[in-house]
């Protein structure tokens, strides 16, 4: 494995591995989720679910866009077979995610730490935890994935006891929280980072096209919208912009 | 209301698929990738799915279109200038909250 010499420098050999980094780390995660999960909470008691249910979903699947995807099949009565298929399109966006996130995973990492990190493996925790210039240990993502999980099961239990009291404008002002989050975790990037600034660019053009040419739009549903345009994009981008090789450097250093 | 029953068989359904879709790909793929072209592809899919997530979703996240504009256009500065998650998002949800509040009594 020592075959691609480079000089490189020590960012592949250390580990981030402190509990305490991860539960900071993850705390404005848990904050944005407060929110944006009480809006979820509002809206699932709104469409019939009793308060334990939209819980124990949340607890569950640890998923906005999923979650609300799902509510209103599981209160018209839809069948299992549409739920999990809704699921499956709107989620596997996360398979691409756990590839992308185990290859920053540390020698730390077990079997069953991945059985048990996957579980919160959303977008947010994605992004944050392979923003680190280093590979992450297993304490580290047993704290990124707590904080957010809590925010995320608290802020419904908020929402859904709260539901009715708050007044419309306030709900609607919640509602753009989790997109300025996205936000947030995708412009210090592109401003560092040309590639990922045309990449996000091209990404928002191919989303645009499919969102409101009427053809396209009318036959393809929402999740595979979202897995197309990420697709065409990282791979187009793979290729014009391929990253600088490191691999080689943790080789030489682990070898 | 669902009753308790059917709600359990929706709620195993729902969350076995989430979980699966997120296990399955972590727990298989072992070892690094050497494919540069994979790494490369991997490297860009976090940008990419939130680029596509947010726009153009984000306009339609909000009451009216002309508030979710203005609160974007606040994450964008927020974020330019690195404020954390936090702060962007409580930002962009208070404009909106102020822009609406404008729309409606003024």
């Known amino acids: 494995m020592l075959d691609d010499n480079q000089k490189g420098d020590d960012s592949g050999m250390n580990e981030l591995n402190s509990f305490s980094k991860g539960i900071k780390d993850g705390l404005p995660i848990c ?46 009565g839809g069948t299992l077979i549409e739920l999990a298929a809704t699921q499956l399109i709107i989620n596997l966006r996360y398979s691409l995610m756990s590839i992308s996130l185990s290859q920053k995973f ?31 240990g297993r304490k580290y993502m047993y704290g990124i994935t707590l904080t957010p999980f809590i925010g995320w099961s608290l802020g419904t239990l908020l929402g859904a006891m709260a539901g009715n009291i708050l007044p419309e404008i306030v709900i609607s002002a919640l509602g753009i929280a989790i997109y300025a989050m996205f936000v947030a975790i995708v412009v210090p990037c592109a401003k560092k980072e040309r590639p990922v600034l045309f990449c996000s660019l091209f990404a928002i053009v191919l989303s645009c096209i499919f ?5 396209l ?13 990420t697709v065409i994009a990282g791979a187009v981008f793979a290729l014009v912009a391929p990253i600088p090789n490191e691999e080689a450097k943790e080789d030489i250093q682990n070898g | 209301m669902v009753d308790a029953i059917t709600f359990f068989k929706y709620l195993l359904v729902m969350a076995g698929v989430t979980y699966l879709v997120r ?50 256009a606040v994450a964008l500065v927020l974020s330019y200038f690195n404020r954390g998650l936090l702060t962007v998002a409580v930002f962009a949800s208070a404009t909106v909250l102020i822009v609406e509040l404008i729309l409606k009594y003024i």
């Open chain 1, 31 to 76: 904050l944005g989720y407060l929110s944006v999960a009480f809006a979820f909470g509002i809206s699932a008691v709104n469409a019939g679910l009793d308060i334990w249910q939209a819980v124990l979903i949340s607890m569950a699947n640890v998923t906005s866009a999923g979650q609300l995807a799902g509510v209103p099949i599981i209160v018209s």
């Open chain 1, 106 to 136: 540390g020698k730390s990492v077990r079997f069953v730490d991945k059985l048990l990190v996957s579980f919160v493996n959303t977008d947010e925790v994605f992004a944050v935890s392979s923003s680190n210039k280093t590979d992450v």
């Open chain 1, 211 to 215: 969102n409101y040419v009427p053809v």
């Open chain 1, 217 to 229: 739009k009318e036959h393809i549903s929402n999740g595979f919208i979202i897995i197309i345009c």
């Open chain 2, 23 to 72: 296990m399955v790909p972590m727990v298989l793929v072992r070892g690094k990738i050497k494919n540069n072209f994979v790494r490369s592809f991997l490297y860009y899919v976090p940008y990419a799915v939130l680029s596509v997530m947010t726009i153009p979703a984000i306009f339609y996240s909000t009451s009216y279109i002309i508030s979710a504009i203005i609160g974007l």
